[in-house]
């Protein structure tokens, strides 16, 4: 796989992290009601909870193809493309196939195909414990399809984004380790998501994340935003007696897609103090998170 990486971010937890609990504060607990805030606040965060479950679900699906992508080279004795892309499609039965796309500067060719049927769950079928090849076989909803074909113009224009925003020289990573990226194309938009990630996996990373508003074809960047202002890398016995994670949040009214992915991820409650001085806690509810006012 192309191993371009964009620079690195120091390690730093000012502000960004106010503490990990064991328990909730009794504060926490109880719960405000919302209809006194602004409109625009409350569609803010709903629009959150939307992108933050749906990049949380893009990630997985694109972790759980990759990893039975390689397992499919190993199995078949077929060496690995010297750069690897791959994109999410989705179908018209409201699935989706991520394809793995090979040779993109001679035009890009689908070299395989996986395919996630509607109600299929990644991240289960990550955290069950499975072989990577036994994946399609134990996974409800999840099949395998040894295809080459040319890549579609949308499937290239994920190859492009990627590039794009790896070469960006205003993007910050918190590890040296390969960064994910998705995007997800919302009415007009395409907006492309940076994450920071590691192999160790021993280490959580809970911040260094960026989304960029990017053309349609993924070649220019129109905007970035930074998810948050510093880097939080911990290790997971650090984390794994938490019932929460308290955050504060830096240019959000309420809280970003970030916290959400970040609640759905390490399966927390996240708490988070925004800009206009509520506490909003996130829960994960099945496959989304709720959101609701706490003091």
């Known amino acids: 796989m192309d191993q371009q ?10 502000g960004l992290l106010a503490m990990l609990l064991g328990t909730l504060c009794s504060a926490c607990a109880v719960t405000v009601d919302n209809s006194d805030l602004p ?3 409350r569609a803010g ?8 479950s749906q990049l949380f679900y893009f990630d997985r699906m694109t972790a759980l193809a990759e990893a039975i992508y390689h397992a499919e080279l190993s199995r078949s004795r077929v060496p690995e493309a010297s750069t690897l892309d791959w994109a999410i499609s989705p179908l018209e039965d409201g699935g989706y196939v991520v394809a793995f796309i090979i040779d993109v500067e001679e035009d890009g060719f689908v070299d395989g195909e996986v395919f996630f049927a509607v109600g299929a769950d990644p991240d289960r079928c990550l955290r069950g414990g499975s072989d990577p090849a036994d994946y399609a076989d134990n996974c409800d909803g999840i099949s395998v399809a040894r295809v080459v074909r040319p890549a579609s113009p949308g499937e290239l224009a ?14 910050q990573l918190c590890t040296d380790d390969a960064p994910r990226f998705t995007l997800i194309e919302e009415g007009q938009r395409t907006l492309g998501y940076v994450l920071s990630a590691s192999a160790d996996p ?3 990373v809970l911040s260094g994340h960026t989304r960029y508003l990017l ?7 129109q905007a970035r935003t930074p998810l948050f202002q510093d880097c939080l890398v911990v290790r997971n016995q650090n984390t794994a007696s938490t019932t929460a994670m308290i955050m504060n949040t830096v240019g ?13 991820e390490r399966r927390l409650r996240v708490i988070v103090a925004g800009e206009l001085g509520f506490r909003v806690a996130l829960d994960k509810q099945g496959e989304t998170v709720s959101w609701r006012r706490v003091r």
Not at 160 to 170: I, S
Not at 215 to 221: E, N, V
Not at 256 to 261: K, L
Request: aromatic share 8%; hydrophobic share 45%.
């Open 252 to 264: 959000w009214d309420l809280f970003n897609e970030g916290h959400v992915y970040m609640t759905l």
């Open 45 to 52: 965060a709903d629009e959150a909870v939307a992108l933050g």
């Open 215 to 221: 053309s349609s074809d993924g070649k220019q960047i």
């Open 158 to 171: 994920w190859a492009a984004a990627r590039r794009t925003m790896f070469a960006d020289p205003q993007l």
């Open 5 to 14: 990486r964009p620079p690195r971010r120091p390690k730093a937890n000012c």
């Open 39 to 41: 409109t625009a606040v």
């Open 202 to 204: 021993d280490l959580a």
